[in-house]
């Protein structure tokens, strides 16, 4: 759902090249066309309170002169009512659409707070480690069997060629080579990029393999990218740095965040400037984050509980 909320805006302003991606994801799933149909509904109930209430307070421009009762404002408040119902249910779709998890489900559910690592080693004498606020399933002790829920880990997986790792990322899944890979998972972006062997990636009836060195992003709208990235930068927040080559800010804050303990974001007009460079996050976030904001030329200041870089 929240990639049909995504087309929904796209459209807005949409080309021809727009359309005709719409036209394929639609076809990949008719799950993607109940979703946009639902989401499209939503969209002119919107647009309708919208154009009603700038009607509304047109009215109330031109009835406030005559001594107009504070009862006038009720038609007005009950759209925007309304409104934020309607802007609810967006999010409530949007929640309930996401890929099923296989809960209530065998096996164990382990998860980190932000900031936290955690190794977990399996029946099979492969391992798992997690970064901060992250969850992964465990089908059985063997391990053979799991699922990256959110947030991000390594995998360190001993090969058994009668019985491959399978790690589920929603509908599509990897399989290993005998290898070492790391994976993120979040709203913003699905990463694998591989340290070591091989893993193969399968969507649909499709399946891509990718050797040490390589890495796949897939955006929300899932478009894939094919990349390359040195061995040893991968997964090196294990050892306290986050190494980026021409990645959008928004998901370096993202990385922050996991590894620092507190929520960084940043101002849109900076979201998709691309970063290249090595962040140490040993330090504390007072004095990581604001280096950080300097080398965008940007500033970063405390908001809430976190930071904002502007």
Same mark, same amino acid.
Not at 179 to 207: I, K, M, S
């Given at each position: 759902?929240?990639?049909?909320?995504?087309?929904?805006?796209?459209?807005?302003?949409?080309?021809?090249?727009?359309?005709?991606?719409?036209?394929?994801?639609?076809?990949?799933?008719?799950?993607?066309?109940?979703?946009?149909?639902?989401v499209a509904l939503l969209?002119?109930?919107?647009?309708?309170?919208?154009? %009603?209430?700038?009607?509304?307070?047109? /009215?109330?421009?031109?009835?406030? /002169?005559?001594?107009?009762?504070?009862?006038?404002?009720?038609?007005?408040?009950?759209?925007?009512?309304?409104?934020?119902?309607?802007?609810?249910?967006? !999010?409530?779709?949007? @929640?309930?659409?996401?890929?099923?998890?296989?809960?209530?489900?065998a096996g164990t559910e382990?998860?980190?707070?932000?900031?936290?690592?955690?190794?977990?080693?399996?029946?099979?004498?492969?391992?798992?480690?997690?970064?901060?606020?992250?969850?992964?399933?465990? /089908?059985?002790?063997?391990?053979?069997?799991?699922?990256?829920?959110?947030?991000?880990?390594?995998?360190?997986?001993? $090969?058994?060629?009668?019985?491959? @790792?399978?790690?589920?990322?929603?509908?599509?899944?990897?399989?290993?080579?005998?290898?070492?890979?790391?994976?993120? #998972?979040?709203?913003?972006?699905?990463? *694998?990029?591989?340290?070591?062997? !091989?893993? #193969?990636?399968?969507?649909?009836?499709?399946?891509?393999?990718?050797?040490?060195?390589?890495?796949?992003?897939?955006?929300?709208?899932?478009?894939?990218?094919?990349?390359?990235?040195?061995?040893?930068?991968?997964?090196?927040?294990?050892?306290?740095?986050?190494?980026?080559?021409?990645?959008?800010?928004?998901? *370096?804050?993202?990385?922050?965040?996991?590894?620092?303990?507190?929520?960084?974001?940043? %101002?849109?007009?900076?979201?998709?400037?691309?970063?290249?460079?090595?962040? $140490? *996050?040993?330090?504390?976030?007072?004095?990581?984050?604001?280096? @950080?904001?300097?080398?965008?030329?940007?500033?970063?200041?405390?908001?809430?509980?976190?930071?904002?870089?502007?």
């Amino acid at each position: 759902m929240t990639v049909a909320i995504e087309w929904c805006l796209r459209l807005r302003r949409g080309g021809a090249g727009d359309w005709a991606q719409f036209t394929q994801w639609l076809e990949q799933d008719p799950a993607h066309a109940e979703a946009y149909d639902q989401v499209a509904l939503l969209d002119g109930d919107l647009d309708a309170l919208a154009a %009603a209430d700038r009607a509304d307070r047109a /009215a109330m421009g031109a009835d406030w /002169a005559d001594g107009a009762s504070s009862s006038f404002v009720r038609g007005p408040l009950r759209r925007l009512g309304a409104i934020f119902a309607i802007v609810a249910a967006f !999010a409530l779709l949007a @929640f309930l659409w996401q890929p099923a998890s296989r809960s209530p489900r065998a096996g164990t559910e382990i998860a980190t707070a932000s900031g936290e690592h955690r190794t977990v080693a399996l029946g099979d004498g492969s391992s798992v480690v997690l970064n901060g606020d992250s969850r992964v399933w465990i /089908a059985s002790a063997e391990g053979r069997e799991a699922e990256l829920l959110r947030g991000e880990a390594v995998f360190n997986i001993r $090969h058994d060629p009668k019985r491959p @790792f399978a790690l589920h990322l929603g509908e599509d899944r990897i399989e290993d080579v005998g290898t070492v890979f790391n994976v993120v #998972r979040d709203q913003q972006v699905l990463r *694998v990029e591989v340290a070591d062997g !091989a893993v #193969r990636y399968l969507r649909g009836g499709n399946g891509l393999q990718l050797n040490a060195g390589q890495t796949l992003k897939i955006s929300p709208l899932g478009d894939a990218i094919v990349g390359r990235k040195s061995p040893r930068a991968i997964a090196s927040w294990q050892s306290g740095q986050l190494v980026f080559e021409a990645v959008p800010v928004a998901e *370096v804050a993202a990385d922050l965040s996991r590894n620092l303990g507190v929520s960084v974001s940043v %101002a849109p007009r900076l979201a998709y400037q691309p970063f290249t460079g090595s962040i $140490h *996050v040993r330090s504390r976030a007072q004095q990581v984050v604001p280096e @950080f904001a300097s080398t965008l030329s940007a500033h970063a200041r405390k908001s809430g509980d976190g930071w904002l870089i502007e």
